[in-house]
């Protein structure tokens, strides 16, 4: 709502699910905090879409993706990009020691201390991090043209299914709501949203009264 009013836009938005991480947040927060991925990456795909805004804002989207399939389905649900971290990390060594937050990481990947940082040799590095992400991409582009695209944004929420059970193969756009655009602003009412839409404020981030 504070976009509409103000006309201002921010040129991206990440979403990154609660799947991510290095493993270094404190439980509580792994474990309570946060929505996966793909539930949050619909919702805000819906607000942009349902506001008339999408084209004006990119969407990227971040949470433990690490293959061709993984950017596969956040494009279909409405991101313009991927980012990994986890996966890079594993590519320059990582061995998930969950002492990122401590500084004293055994493989030197994320440290600052001078002799630890000697575990991590950057020209041999270099070489199997460019590798992983020229073949992730491969896997991107053979997954694409296998479904007779020309590129990954042709992919839609009703291209790619998921698997409730062993008998059943639903939809993406059956098991998750898209809006039209500027459904938001013409019948907000028949979305899931209304409530939410209702309370939101352009000047707060208080629920409206």
């Known amino acids: 709502k504070a976009m509409l009013e ?26 309570s905090v946060g929505a996966p ?3 949050g ?21 971040s949470g433990k993706i690490h293959s061709g399939a993984g950017m596969a389905i956040a494009f279909s649900i409405g991101a313009d990009w991927c980012n990994a971290a986890r996966a890079f990390m594993f590519s320059l060594g990582c061995i998930q020691s969950m002492r990122c937050h401590i500084g004293d990481c055994p493989t030197g990947v994320a440290t600052q201390i001078p002799w630890r940082q000697q575990g ?24 694409v043209v296998s ?11 009703m291209d790619l299914f998921q698997r409730p059970n062993s008998t059943l193969a639903m939809p993406f756009d059956r098991i998750y709501d898209f809006l039209a655009p ?18 939101a404020q352009a000047d707060s981030f208080a629920r409206a009264a």
């Open 147 to 157: 479904m007779g695209f020309a590129d990954p944004w042709e992919i839609g929420p």
């Open 182 to 199: 500027s459904q938001l602003l013409e019948d907000a009412a028949s979305t899931p949203y209304a409530r939410a839409w209702d309370q």
């Open 41 to 61: 990456l619909v919702v805000m795909r819906n607000m942009l879409v349902g506001t008339g805004l999408k084209d004006r804002v990119k969407l990227g989207a």
């Open 37 to 39: 991925l793909r539930e």
């Open 120 to 143: 991590l040799v950057v020209e041999d590095k270099a070489e199997r991090v460019a590798r992983f992400q020229e073949e992730t991409v491969n896997a991107l582009r053979e997954i």
């Open 6 to 31: 103000t006309g201002i836009t921010p040129d991206f938005i990440v979403v990154d699910g609660a799947e991510g991480g290095t493993g270094a947040a404190p439980a509580e927060l792994s474990d």
